[in-house]
């Protein structure tokens, strides 16, 4: 007997051996759950014919990834990593992803605001089927005049798939002014140089007021932070994404500047600014996981660690 293919096609990667009538190989990949209808027709050696008619459904298997939390919400899977670890894909792909690295924190002694932890938010990111390591920064330690050098400390950078994020800067102190340059810059004390951003990332810090005690708030992922004041600065505004649970959620806050008055922080996880008259009270920690940067202090006090950063992963479902 002899065998063809009389009508329709067969699945991708699929063959018919005419000789024996098997139908063999590797199927590949389909994007989307497929029908496939054809007719094979046998002939035998005096011409008589037989058809038969299949009916195939090639079920699409999606892209999954393990490790970390799993979220799923309208046609996404997320894999969201609060601390350092690994994601294993079952197959090839493409993600998107959110980077964002810890926050610093502001300086000790009339300190600036720190600087949020740089945000980056990537789409259509190439995966295969193998594991990726991710590694989530660490705020900056808060800082006190029993620390010597009293500017705010720098947050740890976050990474995945190939893309870094850079660790918020932190705050100048009233022994050394300037502020560290970041993902987003850490504020000034005095009248001095705010820390820069990373392109792509962040944003500036503030600079810190010419009078005593108010200094500048940290620069967020959203925008720069505002200048001193005898009330302190306003922190950068922060950034949304909504790739962990369908919801927006605002991260990579800059921290608020401390002053004779305090200054409450904006959206995105930066801690407030401390008051000098209330004790003077330290200035607030940045929230974990979100990136933001430490509150600055208003006297001579403790200032505010940096949060530390999270990694977001999506994929279709």
């Known amino acids: 007997s002899a065998y063809s293919l009389l009508s329709g096609s067969l699945p991708s990667g699929l063959s ?3 000789l024996t009538g098997v139908i063999s190989g590797t199927m590949g990949e389909v994007a989307s759950t497929t029908a496939y209808s054809f007719t094979i027709r046998a002939t035998d050696t005096d011409g008589d014919t037989a058809d038969q008619v299949y009916s195939w459904t090639i079920n699409n298997v999606p892209l999954t990834g393990s490790g970390g939390s799993i979220s799923t919400y309208s046609g996404y899977r997320s894999n969201t990593f609060t601390s350092s670890g690994t994601i294993t894909f079952t197959k090839s792909g493409t993600v998107d ?3 964002i690295a810890g926050g610093g924190s502001g300086g000790a002694d009339v300190g600036g605001a720190g600087g949020a932890g740089g945000m980056r938010v990537i789409s259509g990111v190439n995966v295969s089927a193998s594991s990726y390591s991710i590694s989530v920064g660490g705020g900056g330690a808060s800082r006190s005049l029993g620390d010597g ?10 990474s995945a798939l190939g ?10 102190s009233y022994g050394v002014y300037t502020g560290v340059s970041g993902g987003s810059g850490g504020a000034s004390a005095n009248n001095s140089t705010p820390g820069s951003g990373t392109a792509g990332q962040g944003n500036t810090g503030g600079t810190g007021w010419s009078g005593s005690y108010g200094s500048g708030g940290g620069g967020g992922a959203g925008g720069v932070g505002g200048n001193g004041s005898s009330t302190g600065g306003t922190s950068g505004a922060g950034s949304a994404n909504s790739y962990r649970t369908g919801s927006n959620v605002t991260y990579a806050g800059g921290g608020a500047g401390g002053g004779i008055a305090g200054r409450m922080a904006g959206s995105g996880g930066g801690g407030d600014g401390a008051a000098r008259d209330a004790g003077p009270a330290a200035g607030r920690d940045g929230h974990a996981n979100t990136g933001g940067g430490g509150g600055g202090t208003g006297g001579w006090n403790i200032s505010g660690a940096g949060g530390s950063g999270i990694v977001v992963i999506r994929y279709v479902a």
């Open 16 to 18: 018919l051996n005419t």
């Open 97 to 99: 992803i959110m980077v």
């Open 149 to 158: 050098a009293v500017r705010g400390v720098n947050g740890g950078n976050s």
């Open 163 to 172: 893309y870094t994020s850079t660790g918020g800067g932190g705050g100048g």
